[in-house]
């Protein structure tokens, strides 16, 4: 007779890190950068501000901001990125290397929130991709087609087909990382895919599927791009990160928005997980029976593939029954976190 297992109180690990952040700018990043950097090291910091950073030199100006909002004492590193673009020139990845800048991303132009001045056809970077690859800048991609013609809840899997592969046999010695994936078809890719490929899963996409977005009525704060899929897509990410491979690692795509823009007729996309980002991954690990994977996912996984250290200090999550609140200030206006007034299980001990 098998014996019942029990939870864990409390579960301490390694200090984790977020592969994917947006903070905007301004008063709103003033708003929300105090709650990554209780919670993370570092965070890969995204570009689609507008205008958007596709030079070093802002991106420098950029992380000054965000050093200069960050609370006192706290102890977080922002990760620089570069907008690509049609027109981006291979020098400017020599200078973003050289100034620290460890990234680029490709966004498909029009695919997701402020990526109107993105790629249209990855084979115009081609020399920048030459350029990354030699230099040892990490390409983020945004993997889902903008082509009008293919279905949005098919576009991650197109891009599979159209973009990754190709741009896989190109550059092979290029590291990529798959961002935000939301399909079985992207986990499987992942999985089998060379060392030189990786990927972050968002706690949103671990926990729900397309359902959560019409329960009850329309529910903006579930939306995202990429949207929420199927079930069977997010039985599929959970499978591959409780797995423990190396290949995946947290990302948080938290994607402020003010209440006005996502309670609108014409909602902005994304969700704002950076209240409560380490406690919903918590909940999603340990209802795959996976809090032992946690770690790895959250702490070690990310900066292994970046090249960095691991942190040396820890963080604890406790078993406790908490409550998020509705909204937070953001800016002049009112931010509503996905969650917003529901019952959480695990807490971030300060």
């Known amino acids: ?60 100006a950029y992380r000054e901001r965000i050093v200069e909002a960050l609370p006192e004492g706290a ?61 040892g ?18 576009r991650e899997a197109v891009f599979i087909d159209r973009v990754m592969q190709p741009l896989r046999r190109d550059f092979p010695g290029l590291k990529v990382v798959f961002e935000h994936i939301t399909t079985k078809e992207a986990a499987q890719y992942v999985a089998e895919a060379g060392p030189q490929t990786a990927a972050t899963v968002t706690a949103h996409h671990l926990l729900y599927n397309r359902n959560a977005i019409f329960q009850g009525g329309l529910r903006p704060h579930y939306y995202c791009l990429p949207v929420l899929k199927r079930e069977q897509h997010r039985a599929a990410l959970v499978a591959a ?23 609108a007729s014409v909602c902005g996309a994304g969700c704002f997980t950076a209240l409560s980002a380490m406690e919903l991954y918590a909940e999603a690990f340990e209802a795959a029976g996976a809090l032992d994977k946690l770690e790895g996912f959250a702490s070690h996984h990310g900066p292994d593939f970046y090249g960095l250290p691991r942190h040396a200090g820890t963080v604890t999550l406790r078993r406790e029954t908490w409550t998020l609140p509705d909204s937070v200030p ?21």
């Open 75 to 135: 102890d977080f590193e922002p990760l620089m990125t570069l907008y690509l673009t049609d027109l981006m020139e291979p020098d400017e990845i020599r200078r973003a290397r050289e100034a620290g800048v460890v990234a680029c991303k490709l966004y498909p132009a029009g695919a997701t929130t402020n990526s109107d001045a993105g790629v249209t056809d990855v084979r115009k970077i081609h020399r920048v991709l030459e350029v990354m690859q030699r230099e």
């Open 137 to 154: 800048v990490l390409l983020l991609v945004h993997g889902e087609v903008t082509d009008p013609a293919v279905d949005v809840f098919d």
């Open 241 to 263: 990160v409780a797995s423990g491979s190396a290949k995946f690692f947290l990302g948080t795509d938290s994607a402020p928005h003010a209440s006005v823009m996502k309670e």
């Open 330 to 350: 953001f800016g002049d206006a009112q931010l509503k976190p996905l969650r917003g007034g529901e019952t959480l299980a695990w807490r971030l001990q300060p």
């Open 1 to 60: 007779m098998s014996m019942p297992t029990t939870s864990p109180t409390s579960l301490t690990i390694t200090r984790p890190d977020d592969w994917h952040l947006h903070l905007r700018d301004g008063a709103a990043l003033g708003a929300v950068l105090p709650y990554t950097a209780r919670q993370f090291g570092r965070a890969i910091v995204m570009p689609n501000l507008k205008p958007p950073i596709t030079t070093t030199a802002q991106a420098l």
